[in-house]
C-alpha cells in the first residue's frame, strides 16, 4: 500500500469516527480494498435509523455503493419494528416485507388481526387499509387475506347486503 493510499484510507476512517458518514461513503470506494469496502459497510451499520427519511438515506447508500444486502435487511426491519411499536401497522408491515423476512411479516399480521378483532370499528377497518395490505402482501400471510375478509364482511353488512356477506361465510 503506497504512500497516497494510506493517507486515503487514514482520512476516510477520521470521517467516520468524527460521523461523516457520507464523505465517508464518497472516500470509501478509493481506499484499498478490501478494507475501503469495509469502511464503507462499517459506515452505514454505525448510523442509527431513527426516521424513515434516515432509512431511505441509508437503504440509497447500500444500493449506491453495492453493499451487502444484509444492511438493507437490517435497515427494513429496525424500521418495521419501530412502526409495528407505534402502530403504524401497513408502513410496518411494508416494511418487514421489503426485509424479505416472512416471519416478521406474518408477526405484524397477526397484530392487526389482534387488533381488528379486538375493538375495530368500521371506520377503523378502513385506516387500516386491510384491502391494500392484502394486495401487496399478494397472499402470502394467511393472517391478512383474513383480515381482509373480515373487512369485507363488515362492509356488507353495513351496507345491509347480507346475502353477498353470508357468501362470505362459505
Known amino acids: 500500500v503506497g504512500l497516497r493510499e494510506q493517507l486515503l484510507l487514514s482520512f476516510t476512517e477520521h470521517l467516520l469516527e468524527q460521523g461523516q458518514w457520507q464523505l465517508c461513503l464518497e472516500y470509501a470506494p478509493y481506499c484499498p480494498q ?3 469496502r469495509a469502511l464503507a459497510h462499517a459506515c452505514v451499520e454505525a448510523q442509527p435509523v431513527g426516521s424513515e427519511a434516515r432509512a431511505l438515506k441509508l437503504l440509497h ?14 435497515i427494513h426491519r429496525t424500521m418495521g419494528s419501530a412502526c409495528l411499536a407505534n402502530g403504524a ?14 416471519e416478521l411479516v406474518s408477526k405484524a ?4 388481526l389482534d387488533r381488528l378483532l379486538e375493538s375495530a370499528t368500521l371506520e377503523e377497518l378502513d385506516n387500516f387499509n386491510v384491502g ?5 402482501a399478494a397472499g402470502s400471510s394467511s393472517q391478512l387475506t383474513l383480515a381482509h375478509r373480515y373487512h369485507e364482511l363488515c362492509h356488507l353488512f353495513a351496507a345491509d347486503e347480507r346475502a353477498a356477506a353470508a357468501s362470505l361465510l362459505v
Open 61 to 74: 447508500a447500500v444500493r449506491k455503493h453495492s453493499l451487502d444486502a444484509s444492511l438493507s435487511r437490517t
Open 109 to 112: 399480521a397477526m397484530v392487526v
Open 132 to 136: 391494500g395490505l392484502v394486495k401487496i
Open 89 to 102: 401497522y401497513g408502513r410496518a408491515i411494508h416494511w418487514f416485507m421489503a426485509s424479505g423476512d416472512a
Open 34 to 36: 478490501p478494507r475501503g
